[in-house]
């Protein structure tokens, strides 16, 4: 007896021709999150990917690989050999095992036969393990429609046995969309869109705007722990710190004060691009969202969009702040992202911004900065943080 833990993936199944592609570098990325523990084997058995994983590692093997993009779900599990005998004494230790964790009243076996040489057929496997089940143990019957436990037996080169089905993330595994720069303030937005673009297939490099010594050190530190909760999710990545203190300043002097705010998120965008342009990162990926705040309007959307030709990803688009908080606290960035220190964009916030931008009033206030020279500057002064799991 083996204990493994079984992996269900679900969209890349249908990716035809480009499966292996996908396969891939969905195991690459689990054997590199579950590397210190002991290196554990993954393998592909008939289609099904499998990892061995030691009894004491297992717990931290599920919470890790959990994360990894392209799974739906996973089920710790025993592997044995394929013999009726060996089948029904770990179907009825599993069954054992579960009902001490929950409340179990019924079960129903769930055979799986892939491989159609063994000679028990599946239906007849899951009457005589159920039998012996029942004959194991005490107070539990069969429910067929809808029990408490379900009792999975999948035959392959091995048998293999689960009872619990833990819910993943879904998605595409990391990568196999290329590259994307994403625009990491401190709130509760921008590592929930991070997050959702990963999702898709995207790796990500971040990066942020501060206004040091105006906003504080540990401001930094925040969006650090940010950038290090999603590395859990998206691999180490690269976080550019960029300070915009000086541009600020500039807007601030020699700009309308409404307009503060949206110049200041122009000047963010086109930074954002040249650094994306130089690193081959292939998109913008932004928290913004309909009508947050004045600066997420239609036409506010709109000025800020023009400021760039690269494509931005706005995955948050059309959910509600109380939709983008549940995201935030399944994926565990919330207790962060609340703490309560300053970010760039309050440093000079106007009391009125303009909810209704023209873009050529706009660009008219802009033409009275030297705005390559402060991009410049600015990128030149740029650091840059390696963030790890
Ligand atoms: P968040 O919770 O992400 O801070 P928000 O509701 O506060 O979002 P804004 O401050 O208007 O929204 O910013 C909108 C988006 O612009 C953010 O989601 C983020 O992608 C980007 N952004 C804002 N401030 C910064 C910053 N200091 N550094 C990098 N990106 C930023
Ligand atoms: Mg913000």
Redesign the pocket.
């Known amino acids: 007896m083996d204990r493994i833990v079984s992996i269900s993936f679900g969209e890349i199944a249908l990716k035809g021709a480009n499966r292996k592609y996908f396969e891939d570098k969905l195991l690459k990325h689990i054997r590199k999150v579950t590397n210190d523990l002991g290196r554990p084997k993954v393998y592909k058995e008939m289609s099904k990917v499998y990892i061995e994983a030691e009894e004491k590692n297992l717990d931290e093997i599920i919470n890790r690989v959990k994360k990894v993009f392209g799974i739906v779900h996973l089920s710790p599990g025993y592997r044995i050999e394929k013999d009726m005998k060996k089948i029904s004494e770990y179907a009825i230790k599993a069954v054992k095992e579960a009902i001490e964790k929950k409340d179990i009243k019924t079960f129903k076996v769930v055979t799986k036969r892939a491989d159609k040489k063994f000679p028990v057929k599946s239906m007849e496997i899951n009457r005589e393990i159920g039998a012996d089940i029942l004959k194991n143990t005490d107070n539990i019957t069969v429910d067929v429609h809808n029990p408490d436990l379900y009792v999975y037996i999948d035959i392959r080169n091995n048998a293999y046995i689960f009872t619990e089905k833990i819910k993943a993330y879904g998605g595409l595994p990391l990568g196999t969309n290329g590259r994307g720069l ?10 929930v ?1 991070g997050f959702m673009m990963a999702k898709r297939g995207i790796a990500i490099d971040a ?4 206004s040091y010594p105006f906003t504080s050190e540990r401001a930094e530190e925040k ?1 650090k722990k940010l950038a290090e909760i999603l590395a859990r999710y998206c691999d180490n990545f690269r976080l550019f710190s960029i300070n915009i203190l000086d541009i600020q300043k500039e807007i601030n002097e020699k700009c309308p004060e409404d307009e503060m ?1 949206i110049i200041s ?1 122009r000047f ?1 965008m086109k930074i ?1 691009e040249r650094v994306a342009e130089k690193n081959n990162l292939d998109a913008l ?5 309909l009508g ?2 004045a ?2 309007t239609i036409k506010g959307l709109n000025v800020t969009n023009s400021s760039v030709d690269i494509p931005v990803f706005r995955p ?1 688009i059309g959910l509600d702040k109380s939709e983008i908080t549940v995201v935030s606290k399944d994926i565990d960035t919330y207790e962060t ?1 609340i703490l309560p220190y300053d ?3 309050t440093v000079f916030l106007p009391k009125h911004p303009v909810t209704r931008p023209k873009l050529s009033d706009i660009e008219n206030s802009e033409s009275l900065l030297e705005v390559d020279n402060l991009i410049n500057k600015a990128i030149n002064n740029m650091e840059v943080i390696d963030i790890t799991i």
């Open positions: 994403l625009l990491l303030s401190g709130g509760i937005d921008s590592p869109a990066i942020h705007y501060h969006v705010t998120r963010m954002a990926i932004t928290g913004e969202s947050q705040v600066s997420q948050l992202s970010d760039c964009c």
